[in-house]
């Protein structure tokens, strides 16, 4: 009896339909300023802890909009190097001999208006100390604090480190270009300046006769020596190498952790590299085309990139690869920013057609991001049912097309 009273109920609960369980969504996150970092004039990554504050939350207070994504990282750092060394002597992007470690990971959501605008707001402090009075406030939230390491005379890498509070995930701020003409200046304008050069140019910053060259690398007419422009990037004392050094160094500190990376300009074309390294999520704001310094790099290329995300809007000529040429903006400023395409997907505001702005050079910088582009729903959007503008892979993407690269070594 028992037997098939066992059996009618199999077969009863087997017409019932199916129900599927559905997954729990990530919870939003808070963050505090856990730690500054910068570079020492010896090319060495030096932390400083920022001592932690009780505060209450305020009613208007926000937290950070997650989700989850698919990432892949390399199975180590050193096979990573090895790869990367190999390719370069070979002269071709070779798969690991392993698989990539796919992983399923809490990332900022980039479809939320209010996250990006955070976001944001973390990139804009990276180029300040906490006590500057362009310091954005983060609410209650955030802790912050004084600045330590940032000496007057450093020249180097800079930036903060943000943790929530139960360190499960931490976020990697890194400063972008320093320069009197983009709406800055001080100590690390010049090195700033090289490293733009570098991993912006279609070689070494040889816009015409009139320019002196950043690397010995160009051979004449419209050739490039690839062998050489590759070698350029792999000094000690540039800022991919140093990133790396950087997030070492804080997944050291912080082992079990998720790491998030994230930077306007130069910073978040540098984010975008380190992301592609590391696997971990990237929001980048305003970036150059990073596509090209990842080739030059040898970085070996995941199943996908889709973890990194540009935002950007149309009027900035650095971003939409329009500031090149001898006559152009950033030329008669001293910088050869002729890369364009970026790894990833992109968040495009096109703030020319919607807004009627015209492209100038002055609204790359982050606080017009913040202040005049994520602080108030954008209107294409809203119509279209989203808070942001679609994400999008920038397809047949072209850049240095006049360039001949090869072996042309003296």
Same mark, same amino acid.
């Given at each position: 009896?028992?037997?098939?009273?066992?059996?009618?109920?199999?077969?009863?609960?087997?017409?019932?339909?199916?129900?599927? =369980?559905?997954?729990?969504?990530?919870?939003?996150?808070?963050?505090?300023? $856990?730690?500054?970092?910068?570079?020492?004039?010896?090319?060495?990554?030096?932390?400083?802890?920022?001592?932690?504050?009780?505060?209450?939350? /305020?009613?208007?207070?926000?937290?950070?909009?997650?989700?989850?994504?698919?990432?892949?990282?390399?199975?180590?750092?050193?096979?990573?190097?090895?790869?990367?060394?190999? *390719?370069? $002597?070979?002269?071709? /992007?070779?798969?690991?001999? &392993?698989?990539? !470690?796919?992983?399923?990971?809490?990332?900022?959501?980039?479809?939320? $208006?209010?996250?990006?605008?955070?976001?944001?707001?973390?990139? #804009? #402090?990276?180029?300040? !100390?906490?006590?500057?009075?362009?310091?954005?406030?983060?609410?209650?939230?955030?802790?912050?604090?004084?600045? &330590? @390491?940032?000496?007057? !005379?450093? +020249?180097?890498?800079?930036?903060?480190?943000?943790?929530?509070p139960d360190n499960e995930t931490i976020v990697l701020a890194l400063k972008g270009t320093s320069s009197g003409f983009f709406g800055g200046g001080g100590p690390?304008?010049?090195?700033?300046?090289?490293?733009?050069?570098?991993? &912006?140019?279609?070689?070494?910053?040889?816009?015409?006769?009139?320019?002196?060259?950043?690397?010995?690398?160009?051979?004449?007419?419209?050739?490039?020596?690839?062998?050489?422009?590759?070698?350029?990037?792999?000094?000690? /004392?540039? &800022?991919?190498?140093?990133?790396?050094?950087?997030? #070492?160094?804080?997944?050291?500190?912080?082992?079990? /952790?998720?790491?998030?990376?994230? @930077?306007?300009?130069?910073?978040?074309?540098?984010?975008?590299?380190?992301?592609? =390294?590391?696997? *971990?999520?990237? %929001?980048?704001?305003?970036?150059? @085309?990073?596509?090209?310094?990842?080739?030059?790099?040898?970085?070996?290329?995941?199943?996908?990139?889709?973890?990194?995300?540009?935002?950007?809007?149309?009027?900035?000529?650095?971003?939409?690869? =329009?500031?090149?040429?001898?006559?152009?903006?950033?030329?008669?400023?001293?910088?050869?920013?002729? *890369? $364009?395409?970026?790894?990833?997907?992109?968040? %495009?505001? +096109?703030?020319?057609? #919607?807004? *009627?702005?015209?492209?100038?050079?002055?609204?790359?910088?982050?606080?017009?991001?913040?202040?005049?582009?994520?602080?108030?729903?954008?209107?294409?959007?809203?119509?279209?049912?989203?808070?942001?503008?679609?994400?999008?892979?920038?397809?047949?993407?072209?850049?240095?097309?006049?360039?001949?690269?090869?072996?042309?070594?003296?």
């Amino acid at each position: 009896m028992l037997g098939a009273l066992t059996t009618w109920l199999v077969s009863l609960f087997s017409l019932l339909p199916h129900v599927e =369980t559905v997954p729990k969504p990530p919870s939003p996150l808070s963050f505090e300023l $856990r730690h500054l970092h910068a570079v020492s004039p010896s090319a060495q990554v030096v932390f400083a802890d920022v001592p932690q504050r009780a505060g209450v939350l /305020s009613d208007d207070s926000h937290t950070l909009l997650t989700r989850k994504i698919r990432s892949y990282k390399p199975p180590s750092f050193a096979l990573h190097a090895q790869a990367r060394e190999q *390719s370069r $002597r070979f002269g071709q /992007s070779l798969p690991f001999e &392993f698989p990539w !470690d796919e992983q399923e990971v809490v990332a900022p959501d980039v479809e939320d $208006r209010f996250t990006l605008l955070e976001l944001a707001k973390m990139t #804009n #402090n990276a180029y300040v !100390d906490p006590d500057d009075e362009a310091w954005y406030e983060l609410g209650a939230n955030w802790t912050v604090s004084y600045p &330590f @390491g940032w000496e007057p !005379d450093a +020249d180097g890498f800079r930036g903060h480190v943000f943790a929530t509070p139960d360190n499960e995930t931490i976020v990697l701020a890194l400063k972008g270009t320093s320069s009197g003409f983009f709406g800055g200046g001080g100590p690390t304008a010049k090195k700033d300046k090289l490293n733009d050069n570098l991993l &912006f140019s279609c070689c070494c910053a040889r816009v015409d006769w009139t320019w002196t060259t950043v690397c010995g690398c160009y051979a004449g007419g419209w050739k490039c020596d690839a062998n050489c422009v590759e070698q350029a990037l792999i000094e000690d /004392s540039l &800022f991919y190498p140093i990133g790396t050094n950087l997030y #070492n160094n804080l997944t050291y500190m912080y082992p079990d /952790s998720n790491v998030w990376i994230i @930077g306007h300009s130069m910073g978040g074309a540098l984010a975008s590299l380190l992301g592609a =390294t590391f696997g *971990s999520p990237v %929001v980048a704001f305003e970036s150059p @085309g990073d596509k090209m310094a990842a080739g030059r790099l040898h970085l070996p290329s995941p199943p996908s990139t889709l973890h990194i995300t540009h935002v950007y809007h149309t009027a900035d000529p650095i971003a939409m690869g =329009t500031c090149n040429g001898v006559l152009s903006s950033c030329a008669i400023a001293g910088f050869a920013m002729e *890369s $364009r395409c970026h790894l990833g997907t992109s968040i %495009v505001y +096109d703030t020319v057609s #919607n807004l *009627s702005w015209s492209v100038d050079i002055r609204l790359h910088g982050i606080v017009n991001v913040i202040e005049k582009v994520l602080k108030d729903p954008w209107p294409p959007a809203v119509e279209a049912g989203r808070d942001v503008p679609m994400a999008h892979e920038e397809e047949d993407c072209v850049e240095c097309y006049s360039w001949e690269y090869g072996d042309f070594g003296k």
